[in-house]
């Protein structure tokens, strides 16, 4: 089952506990384990000191929320019950990027304002970064990302007044590990801000917002589209029912 949340912030799911944690930098809400009822139940606050800025990436291994954060130098850790942090040497501002977790690594894009190509692995056992194969497409931020078989596939995003519709294709155990793959359909405008997420063997985007040719005006999509790696195409969805909206979160139980 596939749920989504309109917050801006980080959103992580530990499986062992079954929580969901949202922040949304006033507060922790988390769905109350074992997960049965509609129900939430609230969760020590995020430890960090700013109360204006906030992390936006994370990583999850072995049932822990791994959260860096580059003007504190550590990143803090979530195991279901607490907060604990470790120093690491967080080499740049990461914010906005896109972000994803394989196996024991975590991987993240610069993003933000000062948007760049780098890539940066972060090695959760033994806490150091190792900057990685440079992003092939133009800098972008608040792409949507999701992973199949152990690759990661980064979709959409936007930089300055551009929007992108490419897809592209992250294998950390191939020596070229970018390969760009079928675009988002022309039937359907660039967007970022999309939720992305997969169920077995597909990927989906859902909402974003976009602009329409010549037009001034943001526009909300509630659009869900369905990728097959095997087929490498796209397929629409039923729409998502809720309003059009950009920057949610989701997540995926069962």
Not at 97 to 111: E, L, M, N, Q
Not at 227 to 253: C, E, H, L, R
Request: glycine content about 10%; proline content about 6%.
């Amino acid at each position: 089952k596939i749920y989504s949340l309109l917050f801006i912030g980080i959103v992580f799911f530990l499986s062992c506990k079954k929580n969901l944690t949202v922040d949304n930098s006033t507060e922790v809400l988390s769905a109350a384990p074992p997960c049965t009822g509609n129900t939430w139940l609230e969760i020590p606050n995020y430890p960090w000191a700013s109360t204006t800025a906030f992390p936006r990436n994370i990583f999850v291994y072995q049932n822990k929320a791994y959260v860096p954060w580059k003007n504190e130098q550590k990143v803090y850790i979530y195991d279901g019950n607490s907060w604990s942090s470790i120093n690491s040497a967080v080499p740049v501002v990461l914010s906005g990027g896109f972000c994803f977790t394989i196996g024991d690594k975590g991987y993240v894009s610069r993003g933000g304002n000062g948007a760049g190509t780098d890539l940066w692995e972060y090695n959760i056992v033994t806490n150091t970064w190792t900057q990685k194969e440079t992003f092939p497409g133009a800098a972008r931020y608040q792409s949507a990302s999701f992973i199949i078989a152990n690759k990661a596939y980064i979709v959409g995003g936007i930089y300055g007044s551009n929007y992108f519709r490419e897809v592209w294709e992250y294998d950390p155990t191939d020596v070229t590990p970018w390969t760009q793959k079928a675009n988002i359909p022309n039937t359907f405008f660039a967007r970022s801000g999309s939720t992305g997420f997969s169920i077995g063997t597909k990927g989906y985007i859902a909402c974003g917002n976009y602009k329409t040719d010549g037009s001034p005006f943001t526009l909300y999509s509630k659009t869900l589209l369905e990728y097959n790696p095997s087929t490498d195409s796209w397929t629409q969805k039923t729409n998502f029912p809720g309003p059009g909206m950009y920057s949610a979160a989701s997540f995926v139980i069962g």
